[in-house]
């Protein structure tokens, strides 16, 4: 039973139960409608009240059956709202901890609202791609005022009832509950008062409109499209509210869902589907069941006050853990405390923390020189030099420090994992944390599976970042994991369209164009030449067939480490980080390819996107079929929230589905006709052509 129906004396109450968050599936749909039908029908019954089980009132539409047909059997959540605003008996629709969404429209319905405080109210429909599809538009306007509920719309946010309910005019709500408790009681009091009210309310037939009409409008759709210059959804809202403002309502109505149709087609709004699930997948490991008990998490240690480790400080920092930092020098731990300091700081000026916050969170940090104090935390995690000798000496002294049970975690972002845990007895209790810098910032982290991970430690992490509000995803063991595997490649090929004739400019402005945040090289400049430098001459000595990167190589000699030192792939005046194009680079790509007696060709701009992007997707091919990742979804949430994969591209394996694999491989295949091509570069995954094959997709 997804609905239940109870009558209480006079006044009939329809309770949406389909946890976890009263999503209107069919079922649910189907519960309400026959409840109303009953309490209409029963002589005894004066009114009605609306409401949901357990944790909410309800989150709307359920998103799972959003390409299944059972999303278009009626009753279709229009045809319930419908219904519930026809109903000849008074409706209340008593809201309390989410209405969203569809769950949101449900009560708009109804003839009143009464809501309990600390509920969030949203249309986020938005952040799927979509407009409201089921009256929000038309109807949120109506009580809220055209701007308020144009900002709700277009941005999805939530605004909680008290708020609401205090803005002037409002009509979302008659009544504001006492209490969560008292919720229901104050319902059935309101239903029983209008029980005999003829005619009854309905949003439908209030004004709506704007003062500067059309004006306002464009503005907002100006803002919109400069904000979100990807998505079609936004300016689609605007379009929705502003036919609010025209009338007659069922106009509006039907241009709202005509909208809303067309978008669910859209690729963006598919990619977002796409990330909204996937960020769900990534947080449950296959074989680790969900209820694997947690150990627990109340203190960390963290070796290294450099960059990592004061990022990862803050992060815990900020979830209001206590963080005990260690290291071996006292001006290194000076300057990591006082960086965390400065930090806080600059966030308290800018009005994002208060002057409380931040003594309460430096309060929680304890600055060491002492391995001893480190002795009684549940969490070690280790952020030292990137360097096997220093790993080794970290990891026996944490071995012997570390009370038993306790998590000793690496942030390493390429070496093995395996070998980290081998220099402890507890190997078991090893793990990976691959922050991203800055790390209180970042949302990804890769969490490392050693070999022998054990799977309560790999259950309390998952749990762990979200305590710190990360997106975990989980990797196995290999260089670089998922997300910097795959980035080698896809620098590798950057490098090589140099050689052939592009310039670091081009190639950036290529992929910024198709959506990526930055292009290699200004993300280069800006995470330090030399990190990429040092990871190539490891790889020289392992991988010798491996051709050099040479201009990059020659860039770093001369010490051109990118905004750090003033000088990377750009030039950078004095304290700035515009990329201003460099005629000394020039010069060096153009005398290496005189070396070579290579050839400048014209290059277009979609060649470099699709062998930068191709090169991401073979390569995330391999991890799958290795193992190293468990599902293409998750390969794409690392590129999307660390590497600044465009959003509404849907990451680079959902991307690679949407081209479709047959013309991902017709590309690679051109691609190795190219003589300067390393012919095994280009040799598609054999995942890849399995999947082709049996025409299937990654995702
Ligand atoms: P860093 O050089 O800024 O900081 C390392 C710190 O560790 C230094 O302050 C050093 O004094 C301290 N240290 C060295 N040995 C120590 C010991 N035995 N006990 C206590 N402290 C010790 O390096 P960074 O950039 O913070 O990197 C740290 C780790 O994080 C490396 O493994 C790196 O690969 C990884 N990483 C770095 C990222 C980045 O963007 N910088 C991103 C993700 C991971």
Redesign the pocket.
């Known amino acids: 039973m997804t609905a239940q129906y109870q009558v209480h004396a006079d006044v009939a109450v329809i309770t949406l139960n389909n946890p976890p968050v009263n999503g209107l599936g069919l079922e649910t749909r189907r519960g309400v409608a026959a409840g109303l039908q009953q309490a209409n029908a029963d002589p005894q019954v004066k009114a009605v009240v609306l409401t949901g089980a357990g944790r909410a009132f309800s989150g709307g539409a359920d998103i799972r059956e959003f390409d299944s047909p059972k999303a278009l059997t009626e009753p279709i959540l229009l045809s319930l709202i419908a219904a519930l605003e026809n109903s000849d008996k008074p409706v209340v629709a008593a809201v309390h901890s989410v209405a969203m969404g569809g769950g949101l429209e449900l009560a708009l319905g109804a003839h009143y609202r009464i809501a309990a405080p600390g509920c969030s109210i949203a249309l986020p429909e938005v952040k799927l791609g979509l407009i409201p599809g089921a009256g929000g538009t038309q109807r949120l306007p109506r009580v809220l005022g055209v701007e308020t509920a144009l900002n709700m719309i277009v941005t999805g946010e939530a605004a909680k009832s008290e708020v609401l309910a205090r803005l002037p005019g409002q009509q979302l709500f008659d009544r504001l509950a006492a209490s969560r408790e008292s919720l229901m009681d104050e319902a059935m009091e309101l239903a029983r008062s209008v029980a005999d009210m003829r005619p009854l309310p309905r949003i439908r037939d209030l004004p709506c409109g704007h003062p500067q009409g059309e004006a306002f409008f464009q503005f907002a759709r100006n803002t919109a499209k400069a904000m979100a210059p990807h998505f079609p959804a936004p300016p689609r809202c605007i379009d929705a509210v502003e036919a609010a403002t025209r009338g007659p309502f069922d106009e509006g109505l039907r241009r709202e869902r005509e909208t809303f149709l067309n978008l669910m087609l859209t690729p963006e709004s598919r990619a977002l589907r796409h990330v909204f699930a996937a960020e769900r997948a990534a947080s449950r490991i296959p074989d680790v069941p969900d209820d694997t008990p947690l150990r627990p998490v109340a203190s960390v240690g963290i070796?290294?006050?450099?960059?990592?480790?004061s990022g990862i400080a803050m992060a815990f920092l900020n979830a209001d853990l206590p963080v005990t930092l260690?290291?071996?020098?006292p001006e290194?731990l000076e300057r990591?405390v006082a960086g965390i300091r400065k930090a806080y700081e600059g966030q308290v000026k800018k009005g994002r923390l208060t002057g409380e916050q931040q003594a309460r969170r430096l309060d929680l940090l304890k600055p060491t020189l002492q391995l001893a104090d480190l002795r009684g935390c549940d969490l070690l995690i280790e952020?030292?030099?990137?360097d096997m000798d220093?790993k080794r000496?970290?990891f026996e002294?944490l071995d012997a420090t570390a009370k038993p049970g306790a998590i000793l975690a690496?942030?390493?972002?390429?070496?093995d994992l395996n070998r980290i845990a081998s220099f402890t007895s507890r190997p078991q209790d090893v793990v990976g944390l691959?922050?991203?810098?800055p790390a209180h910032v970042m949302k990804l982290l890769e969490v490392v599976r050693g070999e022998q991970t054990a799977k309560d430690v790999l259950a309390t992490v998952m749990k762990l970042a979200r305590t710190l509000r990360k997106t975990a995803v989980v990797a196995g063991v290999c260089d670089g994991f998922i997300g910097n595997r795959m980035l080698e490649p896809y620098f590798r090929q950057a490098n090589l369209l140099l050689d052939e004739g592009a310039t670091p400019q081009q190639i950036d402005r290529a992929i910024e164009a198709f959506g990526f945040a930055m292009g290699p090289f200004r993300v280069s400049d800006m995470?330090g030449n030399d990190?990429a430098w040092a990871v190539r001459k490891r790889h020289r000595t392992e991988r010798p067939q491996q051709p050099a990167s040479v201009v990059a190589d020659r860039l770093c000699e001369l010490g051109r480490f990118g905004q750090k030192t003033g000088a990377g792939w750009y030039d950078y005046a004095a304290g700035s980080r515009d990329a201003v194009p460099s005629p000394l680079v020039a010069q060096l790509i153009e005398d290496h390819r005189r070396e070579q007696g290579l050839e400048r060709r014209r290059i277009e701009d979609a060649e470099i996107v699709q062998r930068l992007v191709f090169a991401l997707v073979n390569e995330g091919a391999r991890l799958l079929h290795e193992g190293i990742a468990a599902r293409a979804s998750d390969i794409d949430v690392v590129y999307l929230t660390g590497y600044g994969f465009p959003l509404h591209r849907g990451g680079p394996m959902k991307y690679a589905d949407t081209v479709g694999l047959f013309n991902v491989v017709q590309a690679m295949q051109r691609f190795a006709r190219n003589p300067r091509a390393e012919p095994a570069f280009w040799q598609p995954a054999p995942l890849l052509l399995r999947l082709l094959a049996e025409g299937r997709t990654f995702n």
């Open positions: 070796v290294g006050a450099g960059t990592m480790g260690l290291e071996t020098r290194a990591g952020a030292v030099f990137e220093v000496q970290v002294q690496s942030n390493t972002s390429t070496l691959h922050f991203f810098s995470a990190i």
